[in-house]
């Protein structure tokens, strides 16, 4: 983890420990993650991408997909970073695809030119309680791409590129496309929640079978604290 990230997380552990503290509450609080996810549309203009176990997204034929992580009404969330990803799975319900900080060509195929809108020129909005804290927050921001990428690789003994399936991205999970959101919000199980992706205009192209944004809120996880 970069040491920006890594102080961000400390301090802000200090922080909340502090307003539980001040306000004479002592939930447990651990390091945890939010992962929201949304199949990828042609023709849409915002991805709206639900964070909350009792909501279901209509693009999901079960509601949720199994590999999203999403929060208890009875707990509380509190965001520090946060990271935006592109996801391949074979199919709805695959749960061994690879996440993406950037739209690699040799996963995303003909696709991959397009998926650089979500990466370039699109923005997060997060309100909660109708209150916005987060607005116009590029996804510029979230874009990272490795210096060794799949289907780009060379072999040890040999210049000629190796195949796609022997090279993956160069991938940090704690750091790749994670940046800090600016400030440390609470998300509530109890609060209305809306997280919303701006995208400027539909897909040119139309976008893989099953291939996903996957939103990344990295923080605490507060238990039993969710307060309206």
Do not use: C, H
């Not at 009875?74 to 799975?89: I, K, R």
């Not at 995303?108 to 923005?123: H, V």
């Not at 190796?162 to 440390?184: K, P, R």
Request: charge should be neutral; avoid cysteine.
């Amino acid at each position: 983890m970069s040491g920006t990230n890594q102080i961000a997380l400390r301090n802000a552990f200090k922080n909340v420990k502090a307003v539980y503290a001040q306000a004479g509450r002592t939930p447990i609080v651990t390091p945890s993650d939010l992962r929201l996810e949304n199949p990828i549309q042609q023709n849409v203009n915002f991805y709206q991408f639900y964070a909350l176990q009792s909501e279901s997204n209509p693009l999901f034929a079960n509601g949720t997909s199994n590999t999203e992580l999403r929060l208890n009404t009875n707990d509380s969330f509190w965001s520090v970073l946060g990271g935006l990803y592109l996801g391949d799975p074979s199919a709805a319900a695959d749960a061994e695809y690879q996440l993406y900080s950037y739209p690699n060509t040799t996963a995303f195929a003909a696709a991959a030119p397009a998926y650089e809108m979500f990466f370039n020129n699109s923005t997060f909005d997060i309100s909660i309680n109708n209150v916005q804290y987060i607005q116009k927050f590029l996804t510029s921001r979230f874009r990272n791409v490795p210096q060794t990428q799949a289907g780009n690789g060379f072999g040890a003994a040999s210049a000629t590129p190796t195949v796609a399936s022997t090279v993956q991205d160069q991938f940090d999970g704690n750091e790749s496309g994670m940046t800090a959101l600016g400030s440390l919000v609470e998300i509530s199980g109890q609060r209305k929640i809306d997280i919303k992706m701006n995208v400027p205009t539909g897909l040119s192209v139309a976008p893989n079978t099953a291939d996903r944004l996957v939103f990344v809120i990295r923080g605490f996880l507060a238990l039993n604290a969710a307060t309206r």
